[in-house]
């Protein structure tokens, strides 16, 4: 309705006034405003860009308004013209002349190597092997997951929120310490600190520290679970967590945090696997032990590891 979206709006002209010089309660309740509703976080978005963009732009000084001397010049704009409607018509008229051109960069690495990337907003990413990231110059609060697997530490800017694309789904940060893997055409994201808002096909979903999402890259197929903080980006100790997935995704995580070559026979690709385990990165060590655990045997040919369901005969 057109007045809940003014109401949006309003309040979120609020909270970017009160933002300047907030303390730690008025961030928290901040923050439990933005995921009281979808419609909270877009009405916030759309003001403190519009905000942005006036500040970056000249206007002649107006003369001064009654009652209104003592507000800071570049908050003006929000009483002048009407408010709301006024703002979002400089913003209209600005975007296509100030909106920094796409600066796009990739960083990947192979599988069994490990990239730790810091960007100038202060977000740190950890990378796992086998993982493409897409980043911009021209705006470090945007980045797209390729392929692989990534831990998320980013710095939390309310007027400029972190967004991570994987396919046709999107992860902003909400202050948040999160983990995203991208395989196969599924993504998961699980929450370690602060929460996120994920975004597929129109609809938005927050989530909080334990909590777990996957989805098809269009956005489909989703479904909802609850993880051990501690487990969440594991794979940067060698612990890792599955619940159910085919240890066809157990071997190729091993594969790209690694480099281990496994080969499943028969049927094993298939079959699910629960459970939190141990890898040292010595594949002597580590392939033996998942045979034993999964009820396989194995042998090794080259550079590859073959796994057999017990009682299948060797070629």
């Not at 519009?50 to 970056?56: E, F, G, K, M, S």
């Not at 997951?145 to 789904?169: M, S, W, Y």
């Not at 979903?205 to 334990?210: A, E, F, I, K, M």
């Not at 034993?292 to 194995?298: D, H």
Request: net charge negative; charged share 20%.
């Amino acid at each position: 309705m057109q007045v809940e979206t003014t109401d949006a709006t309003e309040r979120a002209i609020a909270w970017q006034l009160r933002l300047a010089e907030a303390d730690e309660a008025c961030w928290a309740a901040f923050i439990a405003w933005l995921e009281e509703s979808p419609a909270h976080a877009d009405a916030y978005d759309r003001v403190a860009a519009a905000d942005r963009l006036i500040v970056a732009a000249r206007f002649p000084e107006p003369l001064p308004e009654a009652g209104n001397d003592n507000l800071p010049a570049p908050r003006r704009w929000l009483w002048w013209g009407g408010g709301v409607a006024a703002a979002a018509a400089v913003a209209l008229a600005i975007v296509p002349t100030v909106q920094p051109r796409a600066q796009t960069y990739q960083v990947a690495t192979r599988d069994g190597q490990r990239q730790t990337i810091a960007l100038d907003d202060g977000t740190r990413i950890e990378l796992s092997g086998g993982t493409r990231l897409t980043l911009d110059r021209a705006n470090p609060r945007v980045a797209t997951l390729d392929r692989g697997e990534a831990l998320f530490q980013v710095r939390h800017d309310a007027a400029a929120p972190f967004t991570l694309k994987v396919g046709g789904v999107a992860v902003q940060d909400l202050g948040t310490v999160f983990n995203v893997s991208h395989v196969a055409g599924y993504m998961t994201v699980a929450v370690s600190e602060g929460s996120v808002a994920f975004q597929a096909g129109g609809a938005a979903t927050t989530l909080h520290p334990g909590d777990a999402l996957s989805a098809r890259d269009d956005g489909t197929g989703l479904a909802r679970t609850r993880v051990a903080t501690d487990l969440i980006g594991g794979w940067r100790s060698g612990r890792l967590s599955f619940a159910g997935q085919p240890l066809g995704e157990v071997a190729g995580s091993l594969k790209r945090l690694y480099g281990t070559e496994i080969a499943l026979r028969g049927t094993l690709s298939e079959r699910p696997f629960t459970g939190v385990v141990h890898f040292s990165g010595i594949a002597d060590r580590d392939v033996p032990r998942l045979a034993e655990l999964i009820g396989a045997t194995w042998r090794r040919d080259g550079d590859q590891w073959i796994l057999e369901p017990q009682g299948a005969r060797a070629p």
